[in-house]
């Protein structure tokens, strides 16, 4: 299994910006696919975003596109979600992610396919 740990979560206001990062153990951190879900409270967990091994191709839930952006370092063994004009909603518990068995590499986005998984950063964002 691969650890993570995610870092960056905050009180913001809305429209403003947030990054959070995650940082993976493990020597095969490129073989996995990284995704971001969230959970807030009383809400089951939703995905947000995810990305390949490579980083060429990326998925996002519709009430996140063209406002996130998720990236990865294979170098440093780190996915980064970039977060932009938020809104109240987007107020939860934000959870990094690995799956680890994605045939093909290919985006799953239901959080059963996700192996191991971080604490959890949280992000508030006031109206």
């Known amino acids: 299994q691969v650890q993570l740990v995610e870092s960056g979560g905050g009180l913001v206001q809305a429209g403003d910006s947030l990054r959070l990062s995650c940082a993976a153990s493990g020597r095969t951190f490129n073989r996995y696919i990284m995704g971001w879900f969230r959970q807030a409270p009383g809400k089951e967990r939703e995905f947000v975003a995810a990305v390949t091994w490579s980083g060429d191709k990326s998925s996002y839930a519709d009430s996140v596109k063209g406002r996130f952006t998720i990236s990865r370092d294979n170098a440093k063994n780190t996915v980064d979600l970039e977060m932009k004009s938020l809104k109240p909603e987007d107020t939860a518990i934000y959870y990094c992610?690995?799956?680890?068995?994605?045939?093909?590499?290919?985006?799953?986005?239901?959080?059963?396919?996700?192996?191991?998984w971080g604490q959890g950063t949280q992000v508030t964002v006031s109206s």
């Open positions: 992610a690995a799956d680890i068995t994605s045939l093909m590499g290919l985006i799953r986005t239901s959080r059963y396919a996700y192996e191991s």
